[in-house]
């Protein structure tokens, strides 16, 4: 294929216009291998150009490994993906499994080096100690690193978020992708580049020094609590309302009391897509909950791109909305699971009246019907999912279950319109409801700005911040002030208090709590004090809402791993300490990674007994070793709430100090079949230079029978290697 584009072009620009014609080729292949054949002609091509990208700057604080990389020395004779992101960009999120796949097909050692070049949007997000809290968040496991004055953006003329630059063993740039949803591309480019230049004897098999990110939560409950929601009981009865709280980093959702009282955990600390009852269910990194009643939940779980429903007295988990692909529908319609959706990032509950035809010339006999709001961040929408038939805005029949667009055409713009789906959103995140003006606020992150969409016909327009420029998303800042003149950075959460009539919003990315006069539109910012007079300093505050008295607010300090309690009488704060109720097991883990059961089986009598059960551990590699300083963990899993451990979850310090404990087994049926305990392990090992996260369980097997003792004494090895796991009797 011919690389030849006018002299005048830079690289980029070169680059990016054989793609484009590589592209075109490849549409109009016919099978694989025909696809195949072109790119290996075109990296022919490519490759006898010879140039090669600048190496990154020195001083640059990278994340995942031990040292810094260089294309001179520890890259050379890799196929490098140099991903361009920043961490507020959800179209950079929605890469990140496409990442994690690749890597998986293709190890470092296989030639494949993933980088992510973090290249900042927000003046919060060049601060290195926040990358690092995203690349905990986000699960990031290849090298990343800080280019907080976008050096290499800049020279290499990027253009967009996200953008991969696919480069040979030489840094030698052979492809560009940019946006999302491009997978098939980049697995073929990248298999292509590795085959071309293994034939030419060019990749070379070392390792990286990885070194993952490791805990910054250890001290507390909460992983990144992203939202919190008071329930609607709390709007009857003062004295006992629930709050809802999306511990997304632990992919689970909590609902707890004012005092902190864990009263149900839902889901687990490992990300999954299951529905069931509240110790199977699973989410990926919920973000926006809202109740619907006393005891319906709804939660918009995020990276599995679904609506779910928690049922708190079935304790039971159902998703309504998403298969747990992302989607790129813009308009929707269908019903229930059929209708796919992309980052749902925060939900809440309008109860309005049915627009019955027959009833409308009398409004107030109309029935009332509850419709879920979704911000639909991925798509840059405002999309509604309706419980029951109703007749809504023009009198327009929707089915019950149907899910669809409402606001916002899709384009990342702060257009305001008075027509709905002529609107445009960028990114919305936060949702609140003010239900007497029949006005939904959201915070739409990308343009810094808060605004509403009226409930009664669709209209769309500005409340504060942002630009009147519809397509100026750079206008943010940290200003008071009235609608324009006021400056927001990347806002997440709001919340409305019908007692002051404000707005309340987490300004995000200027670690700050903001109001803004819902009749003014005047902006200012709160300062809450601690019980030592001291100023608090929030850190990515995502989320919030109020108690029934409005005299309360409670705020998802997102990267403090915490919910504070600001009483708005005297601007005081405290934290809420989040207590599990006797009987939970507050700090059990998940069965994390692949289970390793022992063969054998526990034999208990009928009436029960006791398991006294000691592990010994070696390694099946002589060179590794659990790593210095980091979190060892380990956790039990009973196969009921009604089995008992003298301790369900701890550290280890040493492998050779081995672990003990006593399982106590209640009464049971003989003619019951085996069931199955874990042993949950979270290690973080090293092999030479080299560290590495382990997770796996030990798989126990018991059972009720006559030939059962009451008290049985067992000892097992735990051989662990770098890929494997083998479980013996001593």
Same mark, same amino acid.
């Given at each position: ?8 072009? @830079?690289?980029?620009?070169? /680059? ?22 072109? &790119? ?57 499994? @496409? ?36 690349? $905990?968040?986000?699960?990031? #496991?290849?090298?990343?690193? !800080? ?19 696919? /480069? ?21 480019? %990248? ?5 071309? =230049? ?33 329930? =609607? ?10 709050? *809802? ?103 809440? +509950? ?15 006999? *109309?029935? /009332? ?28 029949? =929707? ?32 949702? *609140? ?22 409930? #009664?016909?669709?209209? +769309?327009? #500005? ?15 940290? +200003? ?5 003149? *006021? ?77 504070? &309690? ?23 883990? @998940? ?44 956790? /039990? ?18 492998? !050779? ?13 003989? $003619?019951?079949?085996?069931? $199955? ?28 029978? &006559? ?10 090895? %735990? ?12």
């Amino acid at each position: 294929m011919s690389s030849s584009s006018p002299d005048s072009q @830079d690289m980029l620009d070169v /680059l990016a216009y054989n793609c484009s014609k590589l592209s075109n080729d490849l549409w109009e292949a016919s099978n694989l291998n025909e696809k195949r054949k072109l &790119v290996a002609e075109y990296l022919k091509s490519a490759d006898r150009d010879g140039k090669s990208i600048k190496d990154f700057k020195e001083d640059l604080d990278w994340f995942n490994v031990t040292e810094p990389l260089s294309f001179e020395k520890s890259l050379r004779g890799k196929i490098v993906v140099l991903d361009f992101f920043t961490y507020c960009c959800i179209n950079c999120m929605h890469i990140l499994p @496409d990442l994690k796949r690749l890597e998986h097909l293709y190890s470092i050692e296989d030639g494949l080096v993933v980088i992510g070049v973090h290249s900042a949007k927000f003046a919060n997000e060049k601060d290195s100690a926040n990358i690092r809290s995203a690349v $905990q968040r986000y699960e990031i #496991s290849h090298p990343v690193v !800080n280019d907080n004055v976008s050096s290499m953006w800049r020279n290499l003329r990027i253009q967009c978020w996200p953008s991969l630059l696919i /480069l040979g063993p030489r840094a030698n740039p052979l492809f560009v992708i940019m946006g999302e949803g491009h997978f098939d591309d980049l697995k073929l480019y %990248v298999s292509s580049a590795l085959k071309f =230049y293994k034939d030419k004897g060019s990749i070379l098999n070392h390792s990286l020094s990885i070194n993952l990110t490791t805990s910054l939560t250890e001290s507390s409950h909460l992983q990144f609590p992203g939202k919190i929601a008071c329930s =609607y009981r709390g709007c009857d009865n003062n004295d006992n309302p629930l709050y *809802a709280i999306s511990d997304s980093g632990n992919h689970r959702i909590l609902v707890v009391n004012s005092e902190g009282t864990v009263l149900h955990r839902v889901g687990g600390k490992k990300p999954g897509f299951v529905d069931g009852d509240f110790r199977r269910a699973r989410f990926n990194a919920p973000q926006g909950v809202a109740f619907q009643s006393d005891s319906i939940l709804f939660v918009a779980d995020n990276e599995n791109h679904a609506i779910r429903m928690i049922d708190l007295n079935a304790r039971h988990v159902t998703t309504v909305v998403g298969t747990g692909k992302q989607g790129c529908d813009r308009i929707g319609g269908k019903t229930g699971r059929d209708q796919v959706i992309s980052s749902p990032w925060d939900v809440a +509950v309008y109860r309005t009246r049915d627009l019955d035809m027959s009833f409308h010339s009398d409004e107030t006999k *109309a029935q /009332l019907k509850d419709v879920v709001f979704i911000a639909m961040a991925g798509i840059h929408q405002i999309w509604a999912l309706f419980l029951e038939d109703t007749i809504w805005w023009k009198f327009k029949k =929707y089915a019950a279950n149907s899910c669809l667009a409402i606001a916002g055409n899709g384009r990342e713009e702060n257009r305001n319109n008075t027509y709905p789906n002529n609107a445009a959103f960028a990114q919305p995140s936060g949702l *609140a409801i003010n239900k007497e003006a029949k006005e939904l606020y959201l915070a739409d992150s990308e343009s810094s700005s808060i605004r509403k969409v009226s409930l #009664s016909d669709g209209k +769309v327009v #500005s409340v504060a911040g942002g630009d009147r420029n519809p397509l100026d998303l750079f206008s943010f800042g940290d +200003v008071d002030g009235k609608q324009y003149s *006021a400056k927001f950075q990347h806002p997440l959460g709001v919340a409305y208090n019908s007692k002051d009539n404000c707005i309340y919003l987490t300004d995000t990315y200027n670690h700050k709590i903001k109001k803004i006069n819902a009749t003014t539109n005047v902006a200012t910012t709160c300062s809450f004090y601690e019980d030592d007079g001291s100023t608090k300093q929030f850190n990515e505050p995502a989320g919030l809402c109020l108690d029934p008295t409005g005299r309360y607010l409670y705020i998802a300090d997102t990267n403090n791993h915490q919910i504070m &309690v600001a009483d708005l009488s005297d601007m005081s704060i405290r934290p809420l300490k989040i207590r599990f109720a006797s009987g939970q097991e507050s700090d059990q883990m @998940d069965t994390p990674g692949e289970i390793h059961a022992y063969e054998g089986t526990f034999k208990v009598l009928p009436e029960g007994g006791k398991v006294q059960l000691k592990l010994e551990f070696g390694y099946l590699e002589s060179n590794i070793k659990l790593t210095d300083g980091a979190p060892q963990k380990w956790s /039990l899993s009973l196969p009921s709430d009604k089995w008992r451990c003298d301790t369900m979850s701890g550290t280890i310090g040493s492998l !050779n100090d081995g672990l003990g404990f006593t399982i106590v087994i209640p009464k049971g049926s003989e $003619q019951q079949k085996p069931v $199955q305990g874990t042993v949950n392990f979270r290690l973080n090992l090293c092999a030479k230079d080299v560290c590495f996260p382990k997770e796996f369980a030990v798989g126990l097997n018991f059972v009720h029978d &006559v030939t059962g003792a009451t008290v049985i004494k067992g000892s097992l090895m %735990v051989q662990i290697g770098r890929r494997s796991v083998l479980v013996s009797r001593e």
